[in-house]
Protein backbone atom coordinates (compact mmCIF):
# COMPACT_ATOMS: atom_id res chain seq x y z
CA UNK A 1 0.00 0.00 0.00
CA UNK A 2 1.28 3.08 -0.92
CA UNK A 3 1.83 5.95 1.79
CA UNK A 4 0.37 9.43 1.16
CA UNK A 5 2.31 12.61 0.39
CA UNK A 6 2.23 14.60 3.09
CA UNK A 7 2.03 18.49 2.33
CA UNK A 8 4.32 20.42 4.43
CA UNK A 9 2.49 24.06 3.49
CA UNK A 10 -0.54 22.60 5.04
CA UNK A 11 1.08 21.86 8.32
CA UNK A 12 1.83 24.60 10.93
CA UNK A 13 5.34 25.44 11.94
CA UNK A 14 6.38 24.56 15.43
CA UNK A 15 9.51 23.17 16.37
CA UNK A 16 8.66 19.68 17.54
CA UNK A 17 6.50 19.66 14.41
CA UNK A 18 9.89 19.85 12.48
CA UNK A 19 11.56 17.47 14.58
CA UNK A 20 9.00 14.84 14.43
CA UNK A 21 8.30 15.32 10.42
CA UNK A 22 10.46 11.44 10.05
CA UNK A 23 7.68 9.86 12.18
CA UNK A 24 4.67 11.73 10.52
CA UNK A 25 5.75 10.45 6.75
CA UNK A 26 6.82 7.07 8.28
CA UNK A 27 3.30 6.96 8.75
CA UNK A 28 3.08 6.41 13.27
CA UNK A 29 0.55 7.58 15.01
CA UNK A 30 2.60 10.65 16.98
CA UNK A 31 2.03 12.38 20.41
CA UNK A 32 3.74 15.30 21.58
CA UNK A 33 4.61 16.03 25.35
CA UNK A 34 3.56 19.23 24.17
CA UNK A 35 0.00 18.67 23.99
CA UNK A 36 0.16 18.11 20.39
CA UNK A 37 -0.91 15.40 18.42
CA UNK A 38 -1.00 14.02 15.08
CA UNK A 39 -2.66 10.60 13.73
CA UNK A 40 -3.18 9.17 9.96
CA UNK A 41 -7.17 8.89 9.22
CA UNK A 42 -8.34 7.34 6.05
CA UNK A 43 -8.94 11.58 5.83
CA UNK A 44 -5.52 12.24 5.51
CA UNK A 45 -3.31 13.70 8.55
CA UNK A 46 -5.50 15.31 11.47
CA UNK A 47 -4.38 17.29 14.06
CA UNK A 48 -5.61 17.52 17.51
CA UNK A 49 -5.27 18.88 21.31
CA UNK A 50 -5.63 16.97 24.27
CA UNK A 51 -7.60 18.68 26.88
CA UNK A 52 -5.97 20.34 29.99
CA UNK A 53 -6.37 19.35 33.50
CA UNK A 54 -9.73 21.15 34.68
CA UNK A 55 -9.72 23.66 37.65
CA UNK A 56 -6.20 23.54 38.10
CA UNK A 57 -3.78 26.85 38.21
CA UNK A 58 -0.91 26.22 36.17
CA UNK A 59 3.29 28.32 36.25
CA UNK A 60 5.12 28.90 33.74
CA UNK A 61 8.09 31.18 32.64
CA UNK A 62 7.45 33.84 29.58
CA UNK A 63 9.52 33.66 27.51
CA UNK A 64 8.30 35.80 24.81
CA UNK A 65 5.44 38.62 24.38
CA UNK A 66 4.12 38.37 20.60
CA UNK A 67 1.50 41.11 21.52
CA UNK A 68 -0.77 42.49 24.11
CA UNK A 69 -3.08 39.96 24.79
CA UNK A 70 -0.18 36.89 23.38
CA UNK A 71 2.49 35.44 25.53
CA UNK A 72 4.60 31.55 24.96
CA UNK A 73 5.52 30.23 28.40
CA UNK A 74 7.80 27.23 29.27
CA UNK A 75 5.22 25.09 30.38
CA UNK A 76 6.80 22.31 31.90
CA UNK A 77 6.53 18.98 30.24
CA UNK A 78 4.16 20.26 27.68
CA UNK A 79 7.42 22.63 26.35
CA UNK A 80 6.88 26.38 24.85
CA UNK A 81 3.13 27.42 24.59
CA UNK A 82 1.23 30.78 23.61
CA UNK A 83 -1.66 32.03 25.36
CA UNK A 84 -3.93 34.40 24.38
CA UNK A 85 -5.69 36.40 27.50
CA UNK A 86 -9.00 35.42 27.96
CA UNK A 87 -11.59 38.39 28.34
CA UNK A 88 -9.46 41.12 27.02
CA UNK A 89 -8.04 42.26 23.30
CA UNK A 90 -5.65 44.54 22.65
CA UNK A 91 -4.74 46.87 19.64
CA UNK A 92 -3.00 44.58 16.50
CA UNK A 93 0.57 45.50 16.46
CA UNK A 94 1.44 48.64 13.90
CA UNK A 95 -2.09 50.02 15.07
CA UNK A 96 -2.93 52.68 17.56
CA UNK A 97 -2.00 51.44 21.00
CA UNK A 98 -0.69 47.97 19.66
CA UNK A 99 3.02 48.85 20.75
CA UNK A 100 2.00 50.57 23.92
CA UNK A 101 0.26 47.43 25.19
CA UNK A 102 2.86 45.16 24.46
CA UNK A 103 5.33 46.92 25.94
CA UNK A 104 3.00 47.18 29.04
CA UNK A 105 2.89 43.65 29.00
CA UNK A 106 6.97 43.03 28.32
CA UNK A 107 7.67 45.07 31.67
CA UNK A 108 5.16 43.46 33.56
CA UNK A 109 5.94 39.76 32.77
CA UNK A 110 8.86 38.91 30.49
CA UNK A 111 11.08 36.35 32.01
CA UNK A 112 9.00 36.27 35.24
CA UNK A 113 7.31 32.93 36.68
CA UNK A 114 3.39 33.56 36.44
CA UNK A 115 0.62 31.55 37.09
CA UNK A 116 -2.20 30.59 34.74
CA UNK A 117 -6.05 29.43 35.00
CA UNK A 118 -7.38 28.27 31.48
CA UNK A 119 -10.95 28.88 31.21
CA UNK A 120 -12.61 25.56 31.07
CA UNK A 121 -15.89 26.81 30.26
CA UNK A 122 -14.98 26.93 27.09
CA UNK A 123 -12.48 24.96 24.53
CA UNK A 124 -9.50 25.96 26.07
CA UNK A 125 -7.73 26.78 23.34
CA UNK A 126 -8.75 29.40 20.71
CA UNK A 127 -8.88 28.50 16.36
CA UNK A 128 -4.92 29.42 16.77
CA UNK A 129 -4.07 26.28 19.07
CA UNK A 130 -3.16 29.34 21.74
CA UNK A 131 -4.26 28.31 25.20
CA UNK A 132 -7.38 30.70 26.25
CA UNK A 133 -6.55 31.98 30.48
CA UNK A 134 -5.87 34.43 32.76
CA UNK A 135 -2.82 35.14 33.92
CA UNK A 136 -1.46 36.29 37.55
CA UNK A 137 1.99 37.97 37.77
CA UNK A 138 2.57 38.33 41.61
CA UNK A 139 -1.05 37.58 42.12
CA UNK A 140 -2.26 40.34 40.15
CA UNK A 141 -4.80 39.99 37.44
CA UNK A 142 -3.15 40.74 34.06
CA UNK A 143 -6.02 41.12 31.75
CA UNK A 144 -7.92 43.15 34.60
CA UNK A 145 -4.77 45.28 34.19
CA UNK A 146 -4.86 45.42 30.90
CA UNK A 147 -8.44 46.86 31.26
CA UNK A 148 -7.85 48.91 34.09
CA UNK A 149 -4.55 50.94 32.02
CA UNK A 150 -6.98 50.92 29.40
CA UNK A 151 -4.31 49.18 27.42
CA UNK A 152 -7.55 46.74 26.30
CA UNK A 153 -10.86 46.36 25.72
CA UNK A 154 -13.56 43.58 27.23
CA UNK A 155 -13.75 41.04 24.30
CA UNK A 156 -16.03 38.72 26.48
CA UNK A 157 -17.39 35.09 24.76
CA UNK A 158 -19.59 33.40 26.22
CA UNK A 159 -19.55 30.99 27.88
CA UNK A 160 -16.53 31.43 30.24
CA UNK A 161 -16.12 31.08 33.49
CA UNK A 162 -14.56 34.43 33.71
CA UNK A 163 -16.21 37.80 33.78
CA UNK A 164 -14.60 40.82 32.67
CA UNK A 165 -17.32 43.27 32.76
CA UNK A 166 -16.74 42.61 36.25
CA UNK A 167 -13.12 43.34 35.83
CA UNK A 168 -14.14 46.53 34.31
CA UNK A 169 -16.77 47.47 36.79
CA UNK A 170 -13.48 46.74 39.46
CA UNK A 171 -12.12 49.37 37.74
CA UNK A 172 -13.35 52.01 37.48
CA UNK A 173 -13.72 54.54 40.62
CA UNK A 174 -17.32 55.05 42.08
CA UNK A 175 -18.35 58.86 41.01
CA UNK A 176 -18.63 60.33 44.91
CA UNK A 177 -22.41 61.70 44.85
CA UNK A 178 -22.74 65.65 44.80
CA UNK A 179 -25.24 68.13 45.51
CA UNK A 180 -25.47 68.96 42.09
CA UNK A 181 -25.86 65.11 41.15
CA UNK A 182 -28.34 64.52 43.57
CA UNK A 183 -30.41 67.71 43.48
CA UNK A 184 -31.40 71.03 41.16
CA UNK A 185 -30.68 74.47 42.42
CA UNK A 186 -34.26 75.27 42.64
CA UNK A 187 -34.80 72.41 44.84
CA UNK A 188 -32.34 74.09 47.57
CA UNK A 189 -34.77 76.92 48.55
Known sequence: MAKEKLSLKALPFTPSLIMSIPHLISGWITEYNDNLCWMHEDSGWVFGIKELEKGKIRRGLVKNVHDGDTIDISFGIYGIR?????????????????????????????????????????????????????????STN??????RKEYAEIMHIPPSEFKPSEWKADCTPTPIPTL???????AWF
Open 180 to 186: SSTSTPN
Open 82 to 138: RIRLVGVNTPELGTQGGEEAKEFVNKTCLLEVIEFDVDDDIKQYDPYCRILAVIYVN
Open 142 to 147: LNKELL
